[in-house]
């Protein structure tokens, strides 16, 4: 099994008093309340713990790509991975994911993921992604051409890395003359690419697709709802005449580990309480914003967040419903294990710093993770 330490980057200054009287910390949350200094104190502290996760022994470290947020403050997590890359040696960068129907040219991700994959001599992990309903009202870009834009931008990017330039791309929505790509991704034929998802049921079929079989990630979803994907991705496997290997299946999930439950209780809440019930606040319409996904899909995704971003919940009530692992380490070996054994998970990803949490809580939940957790799931 592979273990990623996954960061969302919060901005843990948020006043969250001053927060809660808007609709949403997304889109609409004043950026009066983001203070320049504490953000860049904030962003040396989450650099520190993927430098330390490095050190620790994860697989690889994953960052992301979110937009006009307190949630995560990664709009551009290329520089992110840049910067990641000049701190550590070892663990794969894995980018979970890159928004594709949001930019006017792939080309520029297909250059940036090559460049990236060649300073890191092979380290890149590329995660593709539409983008949550939210970032289309931060973006001037129409959630009915979601769908279409993601796969041709994805087409567009794969042939950039793998054909012999210059050639030329006439498409639905991207146009050029010239693609001949500078430089060259570093992996042969290309980074691989992983598909972050809440499960919808166009995207399970197009990742589990043989043209593709690309790895598939559930991420902040209820037990119940990532063993149904998962095992929808298997069950489409089958389908197109093959298995679904334990490399191709993924689940992220915030995990703390402490010694006893009492205190992972205790010192997980606020984090746990506060990524859920304050920086997911999303109303309906900017979760899903007309267009963006089918109507099957969308009732499966509601179902999945299973009340993420629209009610307030307890720690408890998460615990209970399998959104969040938290535990002392025989507790959270067992669940992983337990989703292992239903669904054949060859991937975990843990966020490790949630919500508010401060480094020293996030730091010795890293250390517990790695030494108590990870060695026995390998």
Known sequence: MQHIYF?????????????????????????????????????????????EADALGFDGLGVNEHHQTAYGMMPAPNLIASAIIQRTK??????????????????????????????????????????????????????????????????????????????????????HNYV??????????RPPIWIPSQGSAETIDWAAHPDRKYPFLITFAQESNVIRNLNAYREKAREYGYEASSEQLGWAAPVYVADTYERAIEEARAGVESLFNNYLTLPMEMLMPPGYTSLSSMKKTMAARAGIGLKRQTIEEMIELGTVVVGTPTMVRDKIQKMRDATNIGIFVALLQIGVMGDELARRNMQMYASEVMPHLK
């Open 7 to 51: 960061t969302l980057m919060p901005y843990r200054p948020l006043d969250m008093e001053a927060a809660a009287k808007q609709r949403s910390a997304w889109v609409v949350l004043p950026n009066s309340l983001y203070d320049p200094k504490k953000g860049a104190d904030d962003y040396e502290s989450h650099m520190n713990l993927l430098e």
């Open 90 to 175: 070892r663990a794969k960068i894995a980018i979970l994911g890159r928004a594709l129907p949001l930019v006017s040219n792939p080309i520029y991700i297909a250059e940036e993921f090559a460049m990236l994959d060649n300073l890191s001599r092979g380290r890149l992990i590329c995660g593709f992604v539409r983008g949550i309903g939210a970032e289309y009202h931060a973006a001037p870009i129409n959630p009915a051409f979601s769908h279409g834009r993601f796969h041709e931008a994805h087409d567009l990017i794969v042939k950039a890395w793998t054909t012999p330039g210059p050639f030329a791309w006439e498409g639905e929505y991207y146009n």
């Open 180 to 189: 001949n790509l500078w430089p060259r991704p570093y992996q042969s034929p």
